[in-house]
């Protein structure tokens, strides 16, 4: 009911809010099209929060109010919905749909599993570690879907054979639950096709600073930030929030047995692998090859692959009617971002931010990273990151300009700390799926989150300060 309500009134703020920007000049004082792109976002902005008609769906909104409005031209509109990064993206999710549909995925998570989990604390961080490489290339929404129900399984083996007593079952099972949904959103920071909000930075980069941030480029930025997230998460979750007493050996007889129905890898999951690791490689050294490929290219390339490469069971590997299942509607909302961002540019929106900002340059950045960081991070508890970093991407461009610095550490915050969301079940997709196990409390989530969350303010700010001026500039 309570969600009903907040739809209905995004449905009347979105146009209330658009028209008092639009038709009260005096307001903003802006000329015509930079004021009908401010009214445009948002209305916009307002609808993805509140989700008062389907997100992808109000994605498409700029495609008919920016010329309308005058914001910018329908070519400029338009055009963002082709960038490459969207095609990036694309050929990303193919590649995982192939990975899915063979069941590749199980296999790597028991490999890990078999490999690592010799005690409770152990297998926390075999998932963990499955988990977040898993998602470094496949969005945090399925990997959480593919590492809960192997969650579970391992959390019924242990209870049947009564390996722990209650109060070590429970944090134990609760411990294990949380890993996965954290561990979901912590790798996705290491790549730019694991998050919304990294590949909106590269979009808006390539859009309206004219720099290609590669693949490469951010991997060796926010890996760091991954390692020193899940560090805290797994010593966290284990030594401190869900300690077990009885952490005594367990077999991993768990995980072989899966693997053992698994039986051998399939051709199709040989040839599957086989192009995960050719494009993960040529993603991350790219750079050093005698020939230059951009990451689209790479991409579209190991997706086209899929449909080439013969499958014994007959057909190939992908076949078309398996791009049903493919996140048409993140496409249109990468789409719906980029149109807005391109219009804030052709505008000239952003330098009027830009010089509304220029008070901050008094303050000291790093105070300014700070308020930035935990803003932005408390912000998407409530709010979808895909929405924030769509608003505030463009912006944080005009933020750096007023303040007189370089805009990537900005931009980077915008990424980090908007897939920072730990607290609530409505904070992102992997918190509700294990939230939904119904094995959790909303208060085991609200205390472990919380301080994940400000860990994770710590590690964003030393990095985005420290960091950030050696390994992310140009």
């Given at each position: 009911?309570?969600?009903?309500?907040?739809?209905?009134?995004?449905?009347?703020?979105?146009?209330?809010?658009?028209?008092?920007?639009?038709?009260?000049?005096?307001?903003?004082?802006?000329?015509?099209?930079?004021?009908?792109?401010?009214?445009?976002?948002?209305?916009?902005?307002?609808?993805?929060?509140?989700?008062?008609?389907?997100?992808?769906?109000?994605?498409?909104?700029?495609?008919?109010?920016?010329?309308?409005?005058?914001?910018?031209?329908?070519?400029?509109?338009?055009?963002?919905?082709?960038?490459?990064?969207?095609?990036?993206?694309?050929?990303?999710?193919?590649?995982?749909?192939?990975?899915?549909?063979?069941?590749?995925?199980?296999?790597?998570?028991?490999?890990?599993?078999?490999?690592?989990?010799?005690?409770?604390?152990?297998?926390?961080?075999?998932?963990?570690?499955?988990?977040?490489?898993?998602?470094?290339?496949?969005?945090?929404?399925?990997?959480?879907?593919?590492?809960?129900?192997?969650?579970?399984?391992?959390?019924?083996?242990?209870?049947?054979?009564?390996?722990?007593?209650?109060?070590?079952?429970?944090?134990?099972?609760?411990?294990?639950?949380?890993?996965?949904?954290?561990?979901?959103?912590?790798?996705?920071?290491?790549?730019?096709?694991?998050?919304?909000?990294?590949?909106?930075?590269?979009?808006?980069?390539?859009?309206?600073?004219?720099?290609?941030?590669?693949?490469?480029?951010?991997?060796?930025?926010?890996?760091?930030?991954?390692?020193?997230?899940?560090?805290?998460?797994?010593?966290?979750?284990?030594?401190?929030?869900?300690?077990?007493?009885?952490?005594?050996?367990?077999?991993?007889?768990?995980?072989?047995?899966?693997?053992?129905?698994?039986?051998?890898?399939?051709?199709?999951?040989?040839?599957?692998?086989?192009?995960?690791?050719?494009?993960?490689?040529?993603?991350?050294?790219?750079?050093?090859?005698?020939?230059?490929?951009?990451?689209?290219?790479?991409?579209i390339f190991g997706?086209?692959?899929?449909?080439?490469?013969?499958?014994?069971?007959?057909?190939?590997?992908?076949?078309?009617?398996?791009?049903?299942?493919?996140?048409?509607?993140?496409?249109?909302?990468?789409?719906?971002?980029?149109?807005?961002?391109?219009?804030?540019?052709?505008?000239?929106?952003?330098?009027?931010?830009?010089?509304?900002?220029?008070?901050?340059?008094?303050?000291n950045y790093f105070?300014?990273?700070?308020?930035?960081?935990?803003?932005?991070?408390?912000m998407t508890e409530?709010?979808?990151?895909?929405?924030?970093?769509?608003?505030?991407?463009?912006?944080?461009?005009?933020?750096?300009?007023?303040?007189?610095?370089?805009?990537?550490?900005?931009?980077?915050?915008?990424?980090?700390?908007?897939?920072?969301?730990?607290?609530?079940?409505?904070?992102?997709?992997?918190?509700?799926?294990?939230?939904?196990?119904?094995?959790?409390?909303?208060?085991?989530?609200?205390?472990?989150?919380?301080?994940?969350?400000?860990?994770?303010?710590?590690?964003?700010?030393?990095?985005?300060?420290?960091?950030?001026?050696?390994?992310?500039?140009?």
């Amino acid at each position: 009911m309570r969600e009903m309500n907040f739809q209905k009134l995004g449905l009347i703020l979105g146009p209330v809010l658009f028209s008092v920007i639009y038709f009260m000049e005096e307001l903003t004082g802006l000329a015509d099209a930079p004021r009908a792109v401010l009214a445009v976002t948002a209305w916009v902005a307002i609808w993805w929060i509140s989700e008062a008609m389907p997100i992808p769906a109000t994605s498409l909104l700029p495609v008919f109010l920016l010329p309308l409005t005058g914001g910018t031209d329908q070519e400029t509109a338009t055009m963002a919905y082709g960038d490459p990064i969207v095609f990036m993206y694309m050929g990303g999710f193919i590649i995982a749909l192939a990975i899915e549909k063979w069941n590749l995925h199980k296999r790597i998570a028991m490999l890990i599993i078999a490999l690592i989990g010799k005690s409770c604390s152990r297998i926390i961080l075999a998932v963990g570690v499955a988990t977040a490489v898993l998602s470094m290339w496949i969005s945090n929404a399925a990997t959480a879907l593919m590492m809960l129900p192997i969650a579970l399984a391992l959390t019924t083996e242990i209870k049947e054979k009564e390996l722990l007593d209650e109060d070590s079952f429970h944090n134990f099972s609760k411990g294990l639950l949380l890993t996965v949904a954290y561990s979901a959103s912590i790798g996705g920071l290491a790549t730019i096709v694991g998050s919304v909000p990294n590949a909106a930075l590269v979009a808006v980069a390539n859009n309206m600073l004219d720099v290609e941030i590669t693949f490469s480029d951010w991997f060796v930025f926010g890996l760091v930030v991954t390692i020193l997230l899940m560090t805290f998460m797994y010593f966290y979750i284990t030594k401190v929030q869900f300690k077990i007493a009885q952490d005594k050996n367990i077999s991993s007889d768990f995980a072989r047995e899966q693997l053992k129905e698994l039986g051998a890898m399939s051709r199709e999951e040989k040839y599957v692998l086989a192009i995960f690791f050719i494009v993960g490689f040529m993603w991350i050294f790219g750079g050093l090859l005698p020939w230059s490929l951009s990451d689209t290219t790479i991409s579209i390339f190991g997706a086209s692959a899929m449909f080439l490469i013969p499958s014994s069971k007959g057909g190939r590997i992908l076949e078309w009617p398996d791009m049903k299942n493919l996140s048409w509607g993140l496409l249109l909302l990468f789409g719906g971002g980029l149109s807005l961002a391109a219009a804030f540019e052709d505008s000239g929106l952003t330098s009027w931010f830009g010089e509304l900002l220029t008070n901050l340059e008094q303050f000291n950045y790093f105070y300014i990273v700070v308020i930035l960081t935990v803003t932005i991070l408390f912000m998407t508890e409530i709010m979808s990151n895909t929405a924030i970093s769509n608003m505030l991407m463009p912006i944080s461009v005009g933020l750096a300009a007023g303040i007189g610095v370089e805009p990537y550490g900005i931009m980077a915050i915008v990424a980090l700390a908007s897939s920072c969301a730990f607290m609530l079940p409505i904070s992102t997709p992997p918190n509700a799926a294990v939230f939904g196990s119904g094995e959790l409390k909303i208060n085991d989530m609200i205390k472990t989150g919380f301080w994940l969350n400000v860990f994770s303010v710590v590690v964003i700010v030393l990095v985005v300060y420290l960091l950030q001026p050696v390994l992310l500039s140009f």
